[in-house]
């Protein structure tokens, strides 16, 4: 717990140099996840997949936490 919110401050710490680097946003919702911060990661996720950034990553992870249905609009993206 208390790694997982170390790492979660230091790749915050990083995003404010490089804000553009969508890796640390995916590691980021992976720790919230850890914690059982799933609101948060779930919408750190969709918040990826609406700016149409690392969407197959961010489905995967999302689909830790979220059942997905046909119908839902994430997946069509993955596609793209």
């Not at 969407?55 to 992870?61: H, K, L, N, P, S």
């Amino acid at each position: 717990r208390v790694q997982a919110e170390k790492a979660i401050e230091t790749a915050e710490a990083a995003l404010r140099i490089n804000p553009a680097d969508t890796g640390l946003r995916t590691f980021i919702g992976g720790c919230l996840i850890d914690l059982g911060r799933n609101d948060e990661a779930a919408t750190l996720f969709r918040n990826l997949i609406a700016r149409n950034e690392q969407v197959a990553e961010a489905v995967i992870d999302l689909s830790q936490i979220h059942k997905f249905k046909a119908a839902d609009p994430e997946i069509a993206l993955v596609d793209q």
